[in-house]
Nanobody
């Protein structure tokens, strides 16, 4: 069973930085799109940033220019560098990976990390 293990959350003051990491293990074939989502209390889970296997990225408007997503395909790991953090960035951050589980027929499945808390104080 594929596992996603996140690290790097914590408490930081507004204007500070954090770097999240998420490593996927037990990968037999490959990992396609990877991404970070977040969920604040009382709100729906939302996409923060995504990255394809070839490095194409997309970001939520609220984080553009402040967050950077990257990945290391050899390590099946995705990163989220978060700069200029704001109190409204406070949420549980979840890693997502779309994993190739069979080649013939081609099938993918989504997996999620356990979540890591990011708290930004004002």
């Amino acid at each position: 069973q594929v596992q996603l293990v996140e690290s790097g959350g914590g408490l930081v003051q507004a204007g500070g930085s954090l770097r999240l990491s998420c490593a996927a293990s037990r990968i037999i074939f490959s990992v396609n799109t990877m991404g970070w989502y977040r969920q604040a209390p009382g709100k729906q889970r939302e996409l923060v940033a995504g990255i394809t296997r070839v490095g194409e990225t997309n970001y939520a408007d609220s984080v553009k220019g402040r967050f950077t997503i990257s990945r290391d395909n050899a390590k099946n790991t995705v990163y989220l560098q978060m700069n200029s953090l704001k109190p409204e960035d406070t949420a549980v951050y979840y890693c997502n990976a779309r994993v190739v589980i069979t080649i013939i027929p081609p099938r993918e499945s989504d997996y999620w990390g356990q979540g890591t808390q990011v708290t930004v104080s004002s």
